[in-house]
């Protein structure tokens, strides 16, 4: 007697049982040859078990108790957004701090040190092309994800009572996020990044009353120059990732405290 | 469990065939049909790409046997997976029938 499990059926007496066609049985047949030699199934099954095991010591959520799973099942993946953006942010702030090491914030010479910099980084340094990529690739795929994660909240309506608190600071997250992105596109100096800051100084003039005091404070002038740049830096390596740091363990520590949402 | 098929093609042109099958083969086919219409469509693209260099050839100038071939892999892992989904487990409802909840929105 093998101590490997017998299968419950015989394939080959079933499929002749059934009338099936050729390519039918073809296709079976090519399938079950794969089972027999990888058996994935069977590692899948006792992942599933294994799952079914941890879940059956959770108390019943509301969309189980309510059976509203077979309506709703199909938002689930979308609640990994939160945990994209997370996932995107570190991998933004390793990339960067790694990037710190090789730039510097100065428009000195022509081109200037800034951009010479990024050549550097771009052509002679080792895996410097790719660890550029690494970073703004992740902060691309952060913004997305973000933007995803508050559609998903809006739309199950997760935002309700008593999570008003995380609505908000979702919003200044959002906000950062974006602010994070503007202030790094400004460091290569380059000529889209001197024209982003021009319109954000332009913009920033435009606010009624603050609008000089704000150019001064964010720009450090009302004309770009080394004050800018500068500025640009200190916000994108320094302030921000304290702040959007601190946001986001609130932001993940409040929805632990409170549980996630039920549907609404 | 003789009939082979739930409905025969006889009364009905229009419905889809559906064989039922048990439950652990259908799991072969699932996790198997599903592997395999993934490992085509990827491998197609990445043929495809190849063949075109990321699209960035002219037309004149691809590699024309291997683009159709990225074409045909493409097109050969959606019928996989097309023809999987004849397969069900007995007990299994087609997904619009077999529906339990009511047509009024909750
Ligand atoms: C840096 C940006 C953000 C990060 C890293 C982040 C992270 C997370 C994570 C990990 C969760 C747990 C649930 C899930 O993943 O869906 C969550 C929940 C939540 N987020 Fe965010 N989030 C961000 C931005 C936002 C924005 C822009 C909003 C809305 C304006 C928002 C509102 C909420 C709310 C209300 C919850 C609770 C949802 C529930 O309990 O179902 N978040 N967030």
Same mark, same amino acid.
């Given at each position: ?41 069977? $590692? ?7 799952? $079914? ?14 059976? @509203? ?11 990994a957004l939160g945990s ?9 702030? @390793? ?55 508050? @559609? ?6 997760? $935002? ?37 800051g021009q319109i954000g ?16 404070? @964010? ?41 996630i949402a039920e549907p609404? | ?8 093609? &006889? ?43 990321? &699209? ?25 997976? &097309? ?24």
């Amino acid at each position: 007697m093998s101590l490997e499990r017998k299968d419950e059926y015989d394939h080959g007496e079933w499929m002749r049982e059934k009338n099936l066609t050729p390519v039918e049985t073809t296709f079976l047949t090519v399938l079950i040859w794969m089972d027999k030699r990888f058996r994935i199934v069977d $590692y899948l099954e006792i992942l599933e078990t294994l799952y $079914y095991r941890v879940n059956m010591q959770m108390p019943k959520s509301h969309t189980e108790q309510y059976n @509203l799973d077979n309506k709703f099942w199909y938002w689930y993946p979308l609640y990994a957004l939160g945990s994209f953006s997370t996932i995107a942010y570190v991998v933004a702030a @390793l990339s960067g701090a790694l990037l710190g090491f090789y730039y510097a914030p100065a428009t000195t010479g022509d081109p200037t040190t800034a951009y010479n910099q990024l050549a550097f980084i771009m052509t002679e340094l080792n895996f410097g092309f790719m660890l550029r990529s690494i970073h703004r690739w992740s902060a691309q795929v952060m913004v997305a994800a973000v933007f995803l994660h508050m @559609l998903r909240v809006y739309f199950t309506g997760a $935002y309700k009572e008593p999570r008003e608190l995380n609505w908000i600071i979702g919003i200044i997250l959002i906000s950062l996020t974006m602010v994070f992105g503007y202030t790094g596109y400004l460091l290569p100096w380059d000529q889209l990044a001197f024209w982003a800051g021009q319109i954000g100084v332009e913009m920033s003039l435009s606010i009624p009353l603050a609008g000089e005091w704000v150019a001064q404070l @964010l720009f450090g002038g009302f004309s770009l120059g080394q004050a800018t740049l500068q500025r640009m830096y200190i916000i994108h390596v320094f302030l921000l990732p304290f702040v959007v740091t601190t946001l986001i363990a609130v932001h993940i520590g409040i929805v632990w405290i409170q549980g996630i949402a039920e549907p609404h | 469990m003789d009939s082979s098929t739930d409905d025969t093609d &006889a009364d009905e042109e229009t419905r889809a065939r559906e064989v039922e099958v048990p439950l652990h083969l259908y799991k072969v086919v699932t996790v198997f049909s599903t592997m395999f219409a993934v490992a085509f469509v990827v491998g197609g693209f990445i043929v495809l790409d190849t063949a075109t260099q990321r &699209a960035r050839l002219d037309f004149g100038e691809m590699n024309l046997p291997l683009a159709i071939l990225g074409v045909a892999m493409i097109a050969a892992g959606a019928l996989v997976y &097309a023809f999987a989904t004849r397969f069900r487990a007995e007990g299994m409802g087609k997904p619009k029938d077999g529906s339990d909840e009511p047509s009024n929105n909750g």
